[in-house]
């Protein structure tokens, strides 16, 4: 009997420790790899991606060596893409066509080379790409990368006509062209429209973003207070950290309304950037028609019952725990009791 206690204390201790945890299936390791080869203007103590110093109009070869670490043939797609701002703050060259500026230099223009490899199992090949550098002088950096995704994944229509990768089996290899390296090129930020709007179905404030120079940053943040347009208290304010964008790049910094209903009307969205040392600073007035489209998800306030149950839902919980261990230690002393009557 004492055994059974024993085990029954132990199965309750499992329940009330290990069974609230959930498992979260892993992503599968990509079965190859991809290594630059970095050729002699390569940028001192920078390795493991392209970092190069170019004259106008050089040309030179630019090589990867991809290697297939499984036990079959396998096929890649390639693609030498520009680097532009994801939606939440990321760089990334996943697109062949993303939405730059007219002045970006994009790099998918200045190299050529081959948009598949196939490779025998357990080995390795060199795949070689012409760069062709930018006649005219530029300063600041021209920003991309090399894109390998293994054959079997996925390539779809981005909405703005480019060719998007999106499979877990892709490595990226950045690519940086500089020219110039002594005149100043400051980072620039700026607010250019605001708008109300949805983001997976929930409502936000759109707000977007465009970084006009040829810089490439990171570590900014923002803030964002909304107003109606001539008030002092805000109705909304949002933060973001940990930022960075590509050059000539435009994204939209989406602030959820958490539930908030908003009337038609005129706002203003005043907007602060920080990085390092720079600060932007600006605001954007815009109207609201106070219309969403019909396939968004509203978000509603808990109701008093299910607030209240969510607050009580853990004392019951513990209720019932408590429960359990005085029905089992009751059972232990009523053991003992019986086994000493016995004698």
Known sequence: MKKIVRNSLLLFLFMAFIWPLRVINADVSPTFTVTPILPANQRQAITGYFDLEVQPGQQEDLQLRIANQTDETQTYTLAANPAYTTNSGMIAFDQSRPP??????RLNTLIKGPESATIAAKSNQVVTYHLQAPSAHFIGIIS????VLQKGGTATMSSNGGVRFTDQFAIGIPLILRQDLKTP???RLELTKASIGTANHYPVVNANIHNPSSNQFGKIATDYALFPTGGNNAVLTG????LAVAPHSRFTQSIPLNGKQLQAGFYTLKWTAKSGSYTWNKQVNFRYNGHLPGNTIVSRPQTPAASQNSSV???IIAGIATGLLIMILGIWRWTIIR???NQ
């Open 100 to 105: 730059l500026d007219q002045n970006a230099i």
């Open 144 to 147: 991309g990368g090399f894109y």
């Open 185 to 187: 090129n400051p980072p």
């Open 239 to 242: 933060h973001f950290a940990g």
């Open 313 to 315: 839902l853990p004392w």
């Open 339 to 341: 086994h000493k009557q």
